[in-house]
């Protein structure tokens, strides 16, 4: 069993940045593939980025390649991703998931509660 937990949300203006961290309990979670999602008001939960256990392999939405970086610190149970460059459309709660066979779908087995990010114009 693995809980998660994210952390570092909060309201930013245009242009800026912001570091989610996501805390997992359990020492299998660096054995998982780990992911961020978020979802904004109205609208369905969307893949944001995945690396693999080992961090050599992530995935970014096309939305976000080149903004958004995902990380994990395994000898801390800890992932990140920090957020450069921010738009008022990246407005939305993220969260973030471990274990999952399809990395860049909502197929995961485990779920944090969930951080705010808001991006002022």
């Known amino acids: 069993q693995v809980q998660l937990v994210e952390s570092g949300g909060g309201l930013v203006q245009a242009g800026g940045s912001l570091r989610l961290s996501c805390a997992a309990s359990?020492?299998?979670?660096?054995?998982?593939?780990m992911g961020w999602f978020r979802q904004a008001p109205g609208k369905e939960r969307e893949f944001v980025a995945s690396?693999?256990?080992?961090?050599?392999?992530?995935y970014y939405a096309k939305s976000v390649k080149g903004r958004f970086t995902i990380s994990r610190d395994n000898a801390k149970n800890t992932g990140y991703l920090q957020m450069n460059s921010l738009k008022p459309e990246d407005t939305a709660v993220y969260y973030c998931?471990?274990?999952?066979?399809?990395?860049?779908?909502?197929?995961?087995?485990?779920w944090g509660q969930g951080t705010q990010v808001t991006v002022s114009s």
């Open positions: 690396i693999n256990w080992s961090g050599g392999v992530t």
């Open positions: 998931a471990a274990s999952s066979e399809r990395p860049q779908s909502l197929e995961y087995d485990y």
């Open positions: 359990g020492r299998t979670f660096s054995r998982y593939t």
